[in-house]
C-alpha cells in the first residue's frame, strides 16, 4: 500500500483550512456570525499530515496547538502507575477538534496525558498565539468554543454510560453501538488493548463478549 504523501499542495492545503471554516460555521445558529473571522482562520491555520503513533502531547509539555481532524483517530490516555497500561480517556473521531481547553487556553504544563494517533491523520492546527488575537478580537470565538465544548461532552457521557454497566459483557455490545465509527467494513479499527481500555474490561471478558456480540454479520 502506498503511504500518503507528507507534502501537501497549495491547493490541498486551502481545501483543508475552507473545511475548518465551513465546519465552525456549521455549528452556528447563525452562520453570517462568523463573518471577519473566516478570513483571520484562512490565515492562521496550518494543515499537515502525521503518522500513527506521533505524539500530539506528552507529559511534561504544553499544548501549544488545537486541531481539526479531517480523518482518522486520536486518543487521549494516561498510564497506569503499577500496570503501565493505558487507561484511555477519549477518543476523537474525524470533524473533530482536538484539545484540552483549559491546557491550552492557560498554557499549563500537561503531567500525566497523552494524545497519540491511532491512524495516520489529516490535521488542521491554529497556535494557543493565535487564538488569543481571535479571542481579543472576534467574541463569536467564546461561542464557538462552548458548541466544541458541548460536542466533546456529549460523545464523552456515551463513554461514561458505558463505564458505568455493571454488565462488562454487555458493555462490548453498547460500544458497537453508540461508536459504529470504530467498526467499519466488518473491521475493528481500534485494537483489542484499545477497546478493552476504552470500556473497561479485561480480554478475556471482551473475548466472551465476543461469542454474545458477533463482529461477523450474518
Known amino acids: 500500500?502506498?503511504?500518503?504523501?507528507?507534502?501537501?499542495?497549495?491547493?490541498?492545503?486551502?481545501?483543508?483550512?475552507?473545511?475548518?471554516?465551513?465546519?465552525?460555521?456549521?455549528?452556528?445558529?447563525?452562520?453570517?456570525?462568523?463573518?471577519?473571522?473566516?478570513?483571520?482562520?484562512?490565515?492562521?491555520?496550518?494543515?499537515?499530515?502525521?503518522?500513527?503513533?506521533?505524539?500530539?502531547?506528552?507529559?511534561?509539555?504544553?499544548?501549544?496547538?488545537a486541531h481539526y481532524l479531517r480523518k482518522d483517530l486520536i486518543k487521549l490516555y494516561s498510564i497506569d502507575a503499577q500496570t503501565g497500561?493505558?487507561?484511555?480517556?477519549?477518543?476523537?473521531?474525524?470533524?473533530?477538534?482536538?484539545?484540552?481547553?483549559?491546557?491550552?487556553?492557560?498554557?499549563?504544563?500537561?503531567?500525566?496525558l497523552y494524545i497519540e494517533l491511532i491512524e495516520d491523520c489529516e490535521l488542521v492546527s491554529i497556535s494557543n498565539f493565535c487564538m488569543d488575537d481571535i479571542y481579543e478580537g472576534h467574541t463569536v470565538a467564546y461561542k464557538l468554543t462552548e458548541k466544541i465544548r458541548a460536542a466533546e461532552m456529549a460523545r464523552k457521557d456515551l463513554q461514561t454510560e458505558i463505564l458505568q454497566m455493571v454488565d462488562k459483557k454487555q458493555r462490548y455490545c453498547v460500544f458497537k453501538e453508540k461508536f459504529p465509527e470504530f467498526f467499519v467494513d466488518g473491521e475493528w479499527r481500534l485494537s483489542n488493548e484499545e477497546i478493552c481500555s476504552f470500556i473497561g474490561i479485561s480480554p478475556t471478558c471482551l473475548k466472551t463478549a465476543r461469542k454474545i456480540c458477533s463482529d461477523v454479520e450474518d
Open 1 to 65: 500500500m502506498n503511504k500518503r504523501p507528507f507534502k501537501l499542495t497549495e491547493a490541498q492545503m486551502t481545501a483543508w483550512k475552507q473545511e475548518v471554516v465551513d465546519y465552525l460555521r456549521s455549528l452556528l445558529d447563525n452562520p453570517l456570525l462568523l463573518g471577519k473571522l473566516s478570513v483571520v482562520l484562512m490565515n492562521s491555520l496550518r494543515p499537515h499530515f502525521k503518522r500513527k503513533g506521533y505524539m500530539l502531547l506528552q507529559p511534561d509539555m504544553l499544548m501549544t496547538e
Open 85 to 112: 497500561e493505558e487507561k484511555i480517556r477519549f477518543i476523537w473521531n474525524a470533524g473533530s477538534i482536538v484539545v484540552l481547553l483549559e491546557a491550552f487556553r492557560e498554557r499549563l504544563v500537561n503531567e500525566v
